[in-house]
T-cell receptor, first 114, second 112 residues
Framework: DTGVSQNPRHKITKRGQNVTFRCDPI?????LYWYRQTLGQGPEFLTY????????KSRLLSDRFSAERPKGSFSTLEIQRTEQGDSAMYLC????????????FGPGTRLTVL | QQQVKQSPQSLIVQKGGISIINCAYE??????FPWYQQFPGKGPALLIA?????SEKKEGRFTISFNKSAKQFSLHIMDSQPGDSATYFC???????????FGSGTKLNVKP
């Protein structure tokens, strides 16, 4: 399968714990995006990378959130000291710089904070 | 401020009917307008997209109509099928912003 993959698919954690999600983009794609989607809403932009550089972060991304993309390949999104309000689907998407409009989404990681 | 407003929130259509979903945007700088289809438990998948230099784009049973002066665009699904039952999101994008703004979604249910 050459699409965008995300792991884990589901994560249940207790409030206050740290969680980390992984995204593996399509191999030749140099742009990688993270979105958050809550029930009944469209995806909301969190941050994006071009290669290994994090070029933009949304104001939605509090200091408890951090994302990395070492070597411009896979990316991780970490949430520290999780809160119940962090419960959502976290989506990753990737695109090629030459056709940056067309983003391909992964299946998402559903986070439930108890 | 919500950049992209989508309606209706939900839609029920009989098999063979036409499904119409509408979106309106605020920023005239947007230059790419895609529609995404999302099934439960899956990520959104690109369905069809349009740029503001054309007023209509058709791909199979799916058509986007675009009205630049009104800052509105819509998705028409002809001959709707039960397999089209999903949530549909419109979005708007501008290169300088480097991100999509999504509508809130329309849950389509096509009755057999």
């Amino acid at each position: 399968d050459t699409g965008v993959s995300q792991n884990p698919r589901h994560k249940i954690t207790k409030r206050g714990q740290n969680v980390t999600f992984r995204c593996d983009p399509i191999s030749e794609h140099n742009r990688l995006y993270w979105y958050r989607q809550t029930l009944g809403q469209g995806p909301e932009f969190l941050t994006y990378f071009q290669n290994e550089a994090q070029l933009e972060k949304s104001r939605l991304l509090s200091d408890r959130f951090s994302a990395e993309r070492p070597k411009g390949s896979f990316s991780t999104l970490e949430i520290q000291r999780t809160e119940q309000g962090d419960s959502a689907m976290y989506l990753c998407a990737s695109s090629q710089f030459s056709s940056y409009n067309e983003q391909f989404f992964g299946p998402g990681t559903r986070l439930t904070v108890l | 401020q919500q950049q992209v407003k989508q309606s209706p929130q939900s839609l029920i259509v009989q098999k063979g009917g036409i499904s119409i979903i509408n979106c309106a945007y605020e920023n005239t700088a947007f230059d790419y307008f895609p529609w995404y289809q999302q099934f439960p438990g899956k990520g959104p998948a690109l369905l069809i997209a349009i740029r503001p230099d054309v007023s209509e784009k058709k791909e199979g049973r799916f058509t986007i109509s675009f009205n630049k002066s009104a800052k509105q665009f819509s998705l028409h699904i002809m001959d709707s099928q039960p397999g089209d039952s999903a949530t549909y999101f419109c979005a708007a994008f501008k290169g300088n912003f480097n991100k999509f703004y999504f509508g809130s979604g329309t849950k389509l249910n096509v009755k057999p």
